[in-house]
């Protein structure tokens, strides 16, 4: 195998670690929520060149990425029965590479919120930080409160969004609260069939993995929705 060849390779199990549709994904409803909820109406076309904006998406997607990378390094003996060739794939990175990526996001991360944003801010992304490294190397993902965990930690932040952003979020976040709640409770009903659909028969489990594309065709359209509400 060349060398650009396991460049490529490498690249691609990387990016399947970090989850990079989920940061893309998390990135979408910041900025929609930013632009058409947090936003007062003389500043909206502003939103993409505001710093505090930046930093908040910055430190949220080197997060996301360092706790999934510790996540798919602690669970690496349970995804290669799960899910083995996707495992096989990553499995090289997350051994080579895998915490020590992790910490270095983590230290970006804190680095960028503590000098951009305010000590309230900062300090919450702190906690989200420890509660992301806990949860991705604790066994909170196999006990029944583990689909909630996740799913609040999924929307963490944006919460911390909407509080950098008060006063001017408060009336786009009660105004999407209807919405917000409702796609809460399908992440939640999304991350609980999630980790119980590797344990069913393989029948039952292509049907359980087409359910999982459901919920996220509607969870996009639950953040679409956002820029009509």
Partial sequence: MGKRNKILIRLVAFLSLVRWTHIIFIFS???MAQL???STGDVKGDVFFQLEFWAIVFTTGLLVAGGSLLNSFYDLEKDITQRPFRTLLERPVARKYGVRLAISFYFLATLTAWINLEIFIAFSFSVYGILLWLYSHKSWNTNILGPLIATLLAYTPL????????????????????????????EWRRQSERIS????????????????????????TGVCCIAII
């Fill in 36 to 38: 058409f909820l947090f």
């Fill in 197 to 220: 659909m590797y344990k069913l028969v393989s029948e039952k489990r292509t049907s359980a993995v087409q359910r999982q594309w459901i919920y996220k065709a509607l969870l996009t």
């Fill in 159 to 186: 919460l911390i969004l909407a509080m950098a952003s008060y006063p001017e979020s408060s009336e786009g976040f009660f105004q999407s609260l209807p919405i917000a709640m409702a796609m809460i409770l399908l």
């Fill in 29 to 31: 409803t910041q900025a």
